[in-house]
Antibody, heavy 119, light 106 residues
């Protein structure tokens, strides 16, 4: 069974940093593209970032480009999101998600971790 | 960037009803579209991918149709557990991944 478990969320001041982790199990992690998707409380879904297997390529939404960095440790089956220069509008639940295997479809999701940016 | 517009933003229905939700892309995306269901406090769940393919484990009352710019998610006979918010998603690799704004089924 595929399992994705996010951690690292919490309260941070504007301008601060936070690193999210997503520990994966139940599939060959290194073979799959992984994603971060966020959802502000009461709002819709927003794609944040994508990373290919092995970390060869990464993509970012314009709203986080230059501030967030996605990475992965395939030996530890773990996905990361380093978030710097955080803003109030980054407040959201952050989900990690697994690619279906051949297209930008998210077939498994973690339970989410809440990041709150506030002074 | 391609915009994804869902209609309606909310819909009221009853158990047993047939429900249709529409998603329109601002330009052709072939069949690069997914549909997700999200219940309060839970992560989204993939229902349909490639516009018409039903994800494993999803009840057969869910179906997807369309290609190009216009897509539809249909629930043939609404069940109590189907009351949720539904999102379409652009999945074309040449464009940023984009979600529709959501349709609340109540």
């Amino acid at each position: 069974e595929v399992q994705l478990l996010e951690s690292g969320g919490g309260l941070v001041q504007p301008g601060g940093s936070l690193r999210l982790s997503c520990t994966a199990s139940g599939f060959s992690f290194n073979n799959y593209i992984m994603y971060w998707v966020r959802q502000a409380p009461g709002k819709g879904l927003e794609w944040v970032s994508t990373i290919t297997g092995g970390g060869v390529r990464a993509d970012y939404a314009d709203s986080v480009k230059g501030r967030f960095t996605i990475s992965r440790d395939d030996s530890q089956n773990t996905l990361y999101l380093q978030m710097n220069s955080l803003r109030a509008e980054d407040t959201a639940f952050y989900y990690c998600a697994k690619d279906i295997g051949w297209g930008n479809y998210f077939d498994s999701w973690g339970q989410g971790t809440l990041v709150t940016v506030s002074s | 960037d391609i915009q994804m517009t869902q209609t309606p933003s909310s819909v009221s229905a009853s158990v047993g009803d047939r429900v249709t939700i529409t998603c329109r892309a601002s330009q052709s995306i072939a069949s690069w579209l997914a549909w997700y269901q999200q219940k309060p406090g839970k992560a989204p769940k993939l229902l349909i991918y490639a516009a018409v393919s039903v994800q494993s484990g999803v009840p057969s009352r869910f179906s997807g149709s369309g290609s190009g710019t216009d897509f539809t998610l249909t629930i043939s006979s609404l069940q109590p557990e189907d009351f949720a918010t539904y999102y379409c998603q652009l999945a074309h690799s040449f464009h940023p991944i984009t979600f529709g704004q959501g349709t609340r089924l109540e």
